[in-house]
C-alpha cells in the first residue's frame, strides 16, 4: 500500500488506503488484518509510550514557539474551533494536561478505547479505481465478507534505537578556518574535507533550529536516459534508508525527537532541510551526513514511488491545473526530458536497482555546505559538524557537461499550444511565458522583475474582470534561478471559462506591451512597492529569511554583499526602470502560449476588437490530435 490513515468522527470510524498495484484484494487483506491483531492484543506499553514520545514533543515545542507565535495563526485556530464547536488553549495548557493523562495510556485503557472505535454493526466501503472492470461491488461486498486473518507482525519492534549506537560517520574532520561572514553575526567554519557551514546562533525563535544541506548539481545531473529517476528519488531517497536503518528504524531512533528530512531537487543543487529543536540538532546533523556518507538502498521505497507515480499520472488530466502541474515546466524548457512528468511507459523501466545506479554516485559529487540557524550551542554543534560531515571523504567534482547543462527556452509562435483535460467542460486554464534570466549577477535585476510582475498581476487581475465579466484571479510571477545561469521564466496563468481563453491572450499581450512603451504612474508603483516592503519587513524577523538568502555564499561570496541592497531592490523603483524592464523581458522574444480546454472542444478565438460576456466567441477548427505531451 501507498498510503493508509484512521480518523474518527462523532459517529463513525474511516480507514484510508491506497492500493500500489491492482491488487487490491491483498492490499485490503493486510489492513483488514493490522485491524484485526489491534482488536485481538493489547498493545505494549514500549508502543505506547514511542507514540506518547511523539505527542509530547509536540506540544512541548509549541510552548517554546508560544512567545513568536504568528497572530494569523492564533486567530485561524480560534475560527477553526469555532466552526467545529469545540475551543482552544495556550500551548501550556494543552502541555499541561496532556502530561497530566500520562497514567491513563495504558495497555488496558488503549485496547478498549481501540475497541470501542471499531463496534458497530454496520459496515459501508467505497473503492475508486482509475481503470474500468478493476472491481466492482460485489467483489468489495464478499472481500469485506471474509473473515480477518490477525498479523501480529505488523507491529513495530520493541526494542528502541538511540543515535548512541549507530556508527560513527567517519574519523572527525579538522576545522581549517572560521571567520565571521561580514552580515549579523553569521559564521562560516571550513573543514579540511571541502566541507562550509554557515552557522547564526540566536534566540529569534526559542528551541528553534533550521538545518538545510546543499551539495550535487540538482536538475544537471539527469539526461533523457536518467531524468524517470529523478522524481522517483524525490519520494524514495529519504525512505531508502542509511546504514543498517530503514524507514521503520529511522521512525523508531526519532521517537521523542523533532527531527525532519525534507528532500528537494532544485535547479543546480540537492537539498535537506529540517525544522529542529535545540536538544535534537546534534542528531539532525548525524541523520544528513549518514545518509551522504552511508547511504541504504532498500528496495520497497522505490517500488512504492513507481506504482503511485503510475496511478496519479492519469489524475492529472482531470483537471486544467493538473495538466498545467504536469506540462508547463516541460513546455517551458523547450520540452528538456529532465522535467518530464514519467508516464506509466516511462515508469516501466523504473528499477530498484537502477534506481541505486544513479543516485549512488550522486551523493557523492559536489561541494557541501550546511547552514544552522537558530538557538543552538554553537562550540557543541562545530564539534558535531566535524563529527558528522567533516568527517566525511572528499568529494568527487561535478563532471564540466553536467555543470553546464541550463534549461533552454522554446522558440515559440504566435498560436497557442493547446491540450486538453476529462475535466468539467466550463473549466480551461491559459498561461503565457516569457524567459528571463538566472545566477547571481543580476539578481538586483532580479529583485526588481518582482515589482514588474506585480504591476503586471494587479493590471491583468482588473482587465479579467472588466472584459470576462467575472472574478477571476489570475497569478504573474518570475522565476529566476541562482544557482544556474539562465532558465528564468516570468509566467503568467489564469483558470476561466474555455471561451475566455482569447481574451486572456489578448489582454496579457496588451499590458506587455503598453508597460514597455509606456511607464506606469508613480501611484501604481507604490500600491507594488509598500506591500512588498513590508513582507520583506515581516519576513526578516525569522531566521529562515536569512538562511535561504544566504544559502550559496560559501560558493559565491557575492550573495552577501547582494543582501545588503535586498529591501532597497524590492521596495525602490522608478517607472523608467519598469518600462526599460518590461521592454526587455516583454518584446525581445516571442512569449510561449499554452491552452488548456476540455476535451471535445476547440479554442476559441477572439471576434473584433470587442470581446466581453455578450460576444459570441468564434470556434478555431478543430485540428489533428497531435501526440501526447507530458512534462512537470
Known amino acids: 500500500m501507498q498510503q493508509d490513515d484512521i480518523s474518527r468522527s462523532t459517529d463513525a470510524t474511516f480507514v484510508s488506503f491506497a492500493p500500489i498495484t491492482a491488487d487490491w484484494q491483498t492490499a485490503l487483506a493486510d489492513v483488514r488484518a493490522v485491524i484485526a491483531d489491534a482488536l485481538a492484543t493489547p498493545p505494549s506499553q514500549e508502543e505506547i509510550d ?91 461486498r464478499l472481500a469485506l465478507a471474509s473473515e480477518a486473518a490477525v498479523d501480529a507482525t505488523a507491529r513495530l519492534a520493541a526494542a528502541s534505537i538511540s543515535f548512541d549506537e549507530l556508527p560513527p560517520v567517519g574519523p572527525a574532520g579538522e576545522v581549517v578556518d572560521e571567520r565571521l561572514l561580514g552580515i549579523l553575526q553569521v559564521e562560516q567554519v571550513d573543514f579540511a574535507n571541502g566541507t562550509r557551514a554557515l552557522l547564526w546562533s540566536n534566540n529569534a525563535e526559542p528551541g528553534r533550529v533550521t538545518v538545510r544541506v546543499r551539495f550535487g548539481s540538482g536538475y544537471r545531473a ?63 546533523l548525524y541523520l544528513f551526513a549518514a545518509k551522504l556518507g552511508m547511504p541504504r538502498w532498500d528496495p520497497d521505497p522505490v517500488i512504492r514511488a513507481k506504482a503511485a507515480a503510475e496511478l496519479a499520472y492519469n489524475t492529472f488530466s482531470t483537471s486544467p491545473a493538473g495538466i498545467i502541474n504536469r506540462d508547463l515546466e516541460y513546455l517551458v524548457t523547450n520540452r528538456d526530458p529532465r522535467f518530464a512528468t514519467p508516464s506509466p511507459e516511462a515508469l516501466q523501466q523504473v528499477t530498484p536497482e537502477g534506481f541505486r545506479q544513479v543516485w549512488e554516485p550522486l551523493l557523492r559529487q559536489g561541494p557541501i555546505e550546511v547552514l544552522v540557524f537558530g538557538e543552538f550551542d554553537r562550540d557543541a554543534i562545530v564539534d558535531k559538524l566535524a563529527e558528522t560531515f567533516g568527517a566525511l571523504p572528499p568529494r568527487e567534482p561535478i563532471p564540466p557537461a553536467v555543470a553546464a547543462r541550463v534549461p533552454d527556452f522554446p522558440a515559440s509562435s504566435a498560436e497557442p499550444t493547446v491540450l486538453t483535460h476529462r475535466g468539467d467542460a466550463n473549466q480551461a486554464a491559459a498561461v503565457i511565458a516569457w524567459p528571463s534570466g538566472g545566477g547571481v549577477t543580476s539578481i538586483r535585476e532580479s529583485r526588481q522583475l518582482e515589482i514588474l510582475t506585480q504591476l503586471f498581476n494587479n493590471r491583468l487581475l482588473d482587465a479579467l474582470r472588466e472584459r470576462a465579466g467575472a472574478s477571476y484571479a489570475p497569478q504573474v510571477f518570475s522565476n529566476w534561478p541562482t544557482d544556474i545561469e539562465s532558465g528564468g521564466t516570468i509566467t503568467a496563468l489564469a483558470q476561466l471559462e474555455p471561451e475566455f481563453v482569447p481574451v486572456f491572450f489578448a489582454e496579457a499581450d496588451r499590458i506587455a506591451r503598453d508597460l514597455a512603451e509606456n511607464p506606469p504612474s508613480a501611484d501604481e508603483l507604490d500600491r507594488v512597492t509598500e506591500p512588498l516592503a513590508q513582507l520583506i519587513r515581516r519576513a526578516s524577523t525569522g531566521n529562515t529569511f536569512w538562511l535561504y538568502n544566504l544559502e550559496g555564499a560559501t560558493v559565491d561570496p557575492r550573495r552577501v554583499s547582494l543582501l545588503r541592497s535586498l529591501l532597497q531592490d524590492y521596495s525602490q523603483t522608478s517607472p523608467q526602470v519598469m518600462q526599460f524592464l518590461a521592454d526587455r523581458y516583454f518584446t525581445q522574444r516571442t512569449p510561449l502560449k499554452l491552452a488548456v480546454i476540455p476535451e471535445g472542444q476547440t479554442l476559441a478565438t477572439q471576434v473584433g476588437r470587442q470581446y466581453g460576456p455578450d460576444a459570441v466567441p468564434a470556434v478555431r477548427p478543430a485540428q489533428p490530435a497531435a501526440k501526447e505531451i507530458v512534462g512537470r
Open 50 to 140: 514511542r507514540e506518547v514520545a511523539e505527542f509530547d514533543v509536540i506540544f512541548a515545542n509549541q510552548v517554546e514557539q508560544s512567545s513568536v507565535q504568528a497572530g494569523s495563526e492564533l486567530a485561524d485556530n480560534i475560527v477553526n474551533a469555532v466552526d467545529i464547536r469545540e475551543t482552544v488553549a495556550s500551548p501550556e495548557t494543552v502541555l499541561a494536561v496532556f502530561r497530566g493523562m500520562q497514567q491513563r495510556f495504558t495497555p488496558e485503557e488503549l485496547f478498549e478505547r481501540t475497541r470501542m472505535l471499531f463496534a458497530g454493526d454496520v459496515l459501508r466501503s467505497v473503492y475508486v479505481t482509475p481503470g474500468v472492470g478493476e472491481a466492482n461491488s460485489e467483489a468489495l
Open 222 to 284: 539527469f539526461d533523457a536516459g536518467t531524468a524517470v529517476y529523478a522524481p522517483i528519488g524525490e519520494i524514495a531517497l529519504v525512505g531508502s534508508g542509511i546504514g543498517e536503518l530503514g524507514q521503520n528504524e529511522i521512525d523508531r531512533l526519532a521517537t521523542g525527537r523533532k527531527l525532519g528530512f525534507e528532500f528537494e531537487i532544485d535547479d543546480g543543487v540537492f537539498t535537506f532541510t529540517a525544522q529542529t529543536r535545540s536538544e535534537d540538532v546534534a542528531d539532525q
